[in-house]
C-alpha cells in the first residue's frame, strides 16, 4: 500500500507538487488499469469466442498504458515504477487468458485467479493513493 509524506520543506512541496501533477494526468491511464480490473474479473468465469473484444480491449489499455508511461516519466520513480509493475501485471494477466481461450484444460494452473485478485488490489490501492494525493493537496 502507498503511503503519501508531506514535506514541510520548499524543495518537498515542489516535489509533491510535481508527483501530484504527474497522478493528475496519469488519472485517465488509472482509469483504464481499473477497466483492466473489471475485464480481467470477467474474463475469470469463462472465456468464449466472444470475448476476444475483451482481450483486444485488455491489450489495447495497457498498450496505452505503457506508451503513456513510456512518454510521461513519473517525477518520483518508484511510483512510476509501481505503476509500471501493474501494466505489466495486466500484460501478463492478457496472455495468460489467451493461452486459457486456446487451451481451456491445460493452459491454467490455478493461480490465474489470485494474479487477477492482486492485480485488482493494486488497482484499487493506487487509486486510493492518488485521491489520497489530492485530496492532501487541497489541504
Known amino acids: 500500500m502507498y503511503v503519501a509524506t508531506v514535506s514541510t520543506d520548499a524543495g518537498g512541496r515542489a516535489k509533491r507538487?510535481?508527483?501530484l501533477n504527474w497522478f493528475s494526468e496519469a488519472s485517465e491511464t488509472i482509469a483504464d488499469?481499473?477497466?483492466c480490473s473489471v475485464i480481467a474479473k470477467s474474463l475469470l468465469t469463462e472465456i468464449?469466442?466472444?470475448?476476444?473484444t475483451a482481450l483486444r480491449t485488455l491489450d489495447?489499455?495497457?498498450?496505452?498504458?505503457d506508451l503513456w508511461l513510456l512518454t510521461h516519466p513519473c517525477p518520483e520513480p518508484k511510483h512510476g515504477e509501481h505503476v509500471a509493475s501493474i501494466v505489466a501485471i495486466f500484460v501478463d494477466l492478457g496472455s495468460l487468458f489467451e493461452g486459457v481461450r486456446r487451451d481451456p484444460a491445460g493452459a491454467d494452473d490455478g493461480?490465474?485467479?489470485?494474479?487477477?485478485?492482486?492485480a485488482c488490489h493494486l488497482v484499487t490501492a493506487l487509486q486510493v493513493f492518488a485521491?489520497?494525493?489530492e485530496e492532501a493537496s487541497d489541504d
Open 111 to 118: 493461480k490465474l485467479s489470485m494474479k487477477v485478485k492482486d
Open 48 to 52: 468464449t469466442e466472444s470475448d476476444l
Open 33 to 35: 488499469l481499473g477497466v
Open 131 to 133: 485521491a489520497g494525493l
Open 17 to 19: 507538487r510535481l508527483l
Open 60 to 65: 489495447t489499455l495497457t498498450r496505452d498504458a
